[in-house]
């Protein structure tokens, strides 16, 4: 299996535009995370979906950004407009099940808002 | 004050030491624990997981929790200089928990 996929791994962008992050999840895994790591602040959960649904988006920082899973092998995180403050790098992992204790993470997409 | 609390470090031992890393946290809740590896730009890998106090042993690796001081460990024995890299502590309160959460995590540098 090719592991969790995300795109792009580098993004830099303008303050004040629009981000879109992807992620691929591991074939036949039912939850999906998406995390945000600083150094500040380490690791966060932002949001997760089981079966494609939204089940906790409290860790969302504001209403610029959300989250869409369409579809079981696909899912978004998208920040508009961006701001400085929104650089870190961005990990989505996935599960085989909801409940299980083991999270495989991807390779992350690192953005910097200047 | 933070749920999860672990030093950063930077933790810089020679080859063949042995290496302890550990996390605190305030949640008496939390009863399953675990260990992530993270290596430069790469997403964290689960390493080890542990469910309530005890310890739980996989080759060079030695996970401890003691519930009742809150304070968990992770034991790295004759340690590599593979083994250099970020290692993240995470905690969930239930079994069917998805929410983890994860200490800062140490930074460690094993020097051959």
């Known amino acids: 299996d090719a592991g969790v996929i995300q795109s792009p791994r580098h993004e830099v962008t303008e303050m004040g535009q629009e981000v879109t992050l992807r992620c691929k999840p591991i074939s036949g895994h039912n939850s999906l995370f998406w995390y945000r790591q600083t150094m500040m602040r380490g690791l966060e959960l932002l949001i997760y979906?089981?079966?494609?649904?939204?089940?906790?988006d409290s860790g969302m920082p504001e209403d610029r950004f959300s989250a869409k899973m369409p579809n079981a092998s696909f899912s978004t995180l998208k920040i508009q407009p961006s701001e400085p403050r929104d650089s870190a790098v961005y990990f989505c992992a996935s599960s085989l099940y909801f409940g299980s204790y083991e999270q495989y993470f991807g390779p992350g997409t690192r953005l910097t808002v200047t | 004050q933070k749920e999860v609390e672990q030093d950063p470090g930077p933790l810089s031992v020679p080859e063949g030491a042995i290496v302890s890393l550990n996390c605190t946290y305030s949640?008496?809740?939390?009863?399953?624990f675990m260990w992530y590896r993270q290596y430069s730009r790469k997403g964290p890998e689960l390493l080890m997981y542990?469910?309530?106090?005890g310890n739980k042993e996989d080759g060079r690796f030695t996970a401890q929790v003691d519930k009742s001081s809150k304070y968990i460990s992770l034991f790295i024995r004759d340690s590599q200089p593979s083994d250099s890299a970020t290692y993240l502590c995470?905690?969930?309160?239930?079994?069917?928990?998805?929410?983890?959460?994860f200490g800062q995590g140490t930074r460690l540098t094993i020097n051959p």
């Open positions: 542990t469910y309530s106090s």
């Open positions: 949640n008496s809740a939390f009863q399953y």
């Open positions: 979906f089981n079966n494609n649904v939204p089940i906790d």
């Open positions: 995470a905690m969930r309160e239930t079994q069917g928990a998805q929410k983890l959460v």
